[in-house]
């Protein structure tokens, strides 16, 4: 049951946008989330679809895969769509009513195009978690968020960082534990699947717990074993994969680049 | 009469997804009530996959457990109370300990069965004074003994469930020589009062030679051998084949047979070595 839970959305192929720089990524898709909310007309919409599948399909991750992705949002999308529907200007034509409540042309319009800019924002948005590991991704925020020491906040992003790629790395290593601990308290006659709600809630105790000791335990483990090897935060700290952009990641920006320009002269229509 | 039956067992993780691992492959074997059973192999070779389905953690892919000749599985709504017929004391059984007291802890299986007032409480102190855990601890927070006192009180937790077999996997990992001792002793102990069955993950030949009366060995899932544990050991190269070995004191006596001495080479405890070397000695001074 614990198996289910996927964690890094990461999905391993070798695809000109896995090899991108992370930093080059986390940038371009910001840029690319602005122009497509940019969209003001239909045409623009329609060439930002175009834009988003053929980065889709570049990406080499099955469009199964994606609209996985979607199905977990579906319950926001319908319930944006459906508002949008009912609100319009009084100028618009009516169309059809449901109790006080009127659907107007303009009305529908929108709640199609909202919906559409919002579908644009899930694949969009996935194809980084699903290119990226995330280690990367922390890396690359880590860079892009580098400025900051600027402004006095020093360690501060050293330190977020580091608290990310902890959290990520010991995702697996306590659902494990978690599995560890359940059987053996199934083992000792604990029941988890039936009773009442509260029954159920009560046995979850024998597994938080030792979890939560264990946990701790570990922390401090760990931040002995970091001391051990003389961490001391992020300064003069060197790393062993640098980051480098490449001749594909101009390519990938100058593309993006032709996007946004092509938005905004869309939009002049 | 046999206890525990399992037939052509195989399990295999990840059903669907392309990472397909037959952790456990078409395994049988029985087991006599009272034994005690050894399971040795590699890291890896499926021995705890196989005990998880002992009490019903895990259900086979294929074949079938039989407790007293029924099958675990006849009814899945009841599998809970396998759990009290099969106790299962994992790896680091400490990490399990939850409860504010000993007492509550070591209560929480027999709990779980439905006891309660004082028929729990003479259970809880009958497991406590058959396994030498004394009467003030209970009352002590889990967190507060030591490393093997925990482990005596989790291995408690289980006994105290009253199992007719019980399946320790690797009691002793990460404890001093004492604390080795002293679980092997309250193992003993409990088989003396109960009569139960034993089954014994381990990597310690030493301490299998010295408790088993059978030993089961698995390599890559599948079961290799299973015979008398002297059999076993007896068949040394067998082992060392898959990368186990025999106890160390046999293996100093294949070095004394090399080096030209006449010793016996099925020397697996040292008290037998010491009467071996005894005789040798008595034989030398009357020749």
Sequence with gaps: MLKDITFGQYYSANSPIHRADPRMKIVLLIT????????KNMYALLFSCVFVLAVLLISKVPFKIYLKNLKAILPILIFTAIINMFYSDGTANKLFSIWKLTVTDAGLYRAVFMATRIILLIFISSVLTYTTTPNDLTDALEKLLSPLKYIGLKTAVHTLAMMMTIALRFIPTLVEEAEKIMNAQKARGADFE???LKDRAKALIPILIPLLISSVRRAYELAEAMECRCYNGGEGKTRMKQLRLKPMDYVICFITVLF???IILINLI | MSVLEVKNLTHCYGGNTPFIN??????????????????IGHTGSGKSTLVSHLNGLLKPTDGTVLIEEKDIWENPKEIRKIRSKVGLVFQYPEYQLFEETVFDDIAFGPKNMGLSGDELKKRVTEIC????????????????????????VA???????RPQIIVFDEPIAGLDPKGRQDIMKIISEYRKATGATVIIISHSMEDMAMFTDKLLVMSRGKLVIFDKTENVFKNGKEL?????NVPIVTRVFYKLKEMGIDVPLDVFTVEKAVEVLKNAKAGDRNA
């Design chain 2, 129 to 152: 004074e058959i396994i030498g855990i004394k009467p003030e601890y209970l009352e002590k927070s889990p967190f507060d003994l030591s490393g093997g006192e925990k482990r005596r």
């Design chain 2, 240 to 244: 060392q084949k898959i990368g186990l």
């Design chain 1, 260 to 262: 946004c320009v092509g």
């Design chain 2, 22 to 39: 037959d952790a456990v492959s078409d395994v049988s074997f029985t087991v006599e009530s009272g034994e005690i059973i050894g399971i």
């Design chain 2, 155 to 161: 291995i408690a937790g289980v006994m105290a469930m």
């Design chain 1, 194 to 196: 039936n009773g009442s």
């Design chain 1, 32 to 39: 690319a989330i602005v122009f497509i909310f940019l969209s």
